[in-house]
T-cell receptor, first 114, second 113 residues
Framework: EAAVTQSPRNKVTVTGGNVTLSCRQT?????MYWYRQDTGHGLRLIHY???????QIGDVPDGYKATRTTQEDFFLLLELASPSQTSLYFC?????????????FGEGSRLIVV | GEKVEQHESTLSVREGDSAVINCTYT??????FPWYKQEAGKSLHFVID?????DRKQSQRLIVLLDKKAKRFSLHITATQPEDSAIYFC????????????FGTGTKLQVVP
């Protein structure tokens, strides 16, 4: 089964602060994704990547950067965190494009911006 | 872009009864419809999917129905058990590689004894 590991699991930062969320998958999947989960919105895609060095924007990319350094590692960067970015963030991976493939999710990173 | 609506935000059923969760989508080109389960305080995991070339799929107690004309798909959980209590998310996507799954808002299912 796919293994996706996120860190940190919990983070509190101040408005304007700098946050990096990390994700590592160990199943040689090409595709990786960052979603945020908010009550009333379900899961919304922020960024995704189909390989090292590649980055694609999702539906809610504003205020976020991402970088895929290797096939295994995908990072989400919040350079000037705002309270609206308080959320539960999930990383996911898939063997092929998610348009036809199952997503495997990490355990989630809860971010609070005060 | 594609919008996926999940109509029931909460659903309560008695143990042993069936539960039905409904979703609709807007893009007629959508062809892949997975369902994910999120237990309390945990991550999401895949439970079942259906592709547009069929209108029904079953995996043990889970049945997914797809009505392409109505742009509607549904998850049926038969003979519900307490461990079925969770939030269920539907998703939809087109078949081409430049697209990705979009999710509904989730349905919290509670199975009561």
């Amino acid at each position: 089964e796919a293994a996706v590991t996120q860190s940190p699991r919990n983070k509190v930062t101040v408005t304007g602060g700098n946050v990096t969320l990390s994700c590592r998958q160990t199943n040689s999947h090409n595709y990786m994704y960052w979603y945020r989960q908010d009550t009333g919105h379900g899961l919304r895609l922020i960024h995704y990547s189909y390989g090292a060095g590649n980055l694609q924007i999702g539906d809610v990319p504003d205020g976020y950067k991402a970088t895929r350094t290797t096939q295994e590692d995908f990072f989400l960067l919040l350079e000037l965190a705002s309270p609206s970015q308080t959320s539960l963030y999930f990383c996911a991976s898939s063997e092929g494009p998610s348009s036809g493939n199952t997503l495997y999710f990490g355990e989630g990173s809860r971010l609070i911006v005060v | 872009g594609e919008k996926v609506e999940q109509h029931e935000s909460t659903l309560s059923v008695r143990e042993g009864d069936s539960a039905v969760i409904n979703c609709t989508y807007t893009d007629t080109a959508s062809s892949y419809f997975p369902w994910y389960k999120q237990e309390a305080g945990k991550s999401l995991h895949f439970v079942i999917d259906i592709r547009s070339n069929v209108d029904r799929k079953q995996s043990q107690r889970l049945i997914v129905l797809l009505d392409k004309k109505a742009k509607r798909f549904s998850l049926h959980i038969t003979a519900t058990q307490p461990e079925d209590s969770a939030i269920y998310f539907c998703a939809a996507s087109k078949g081409n590689s430049g697209t990705y799954q979009r999710f509904g808002t989730g349905t919290k299912l509670q199975v009561v004894p």
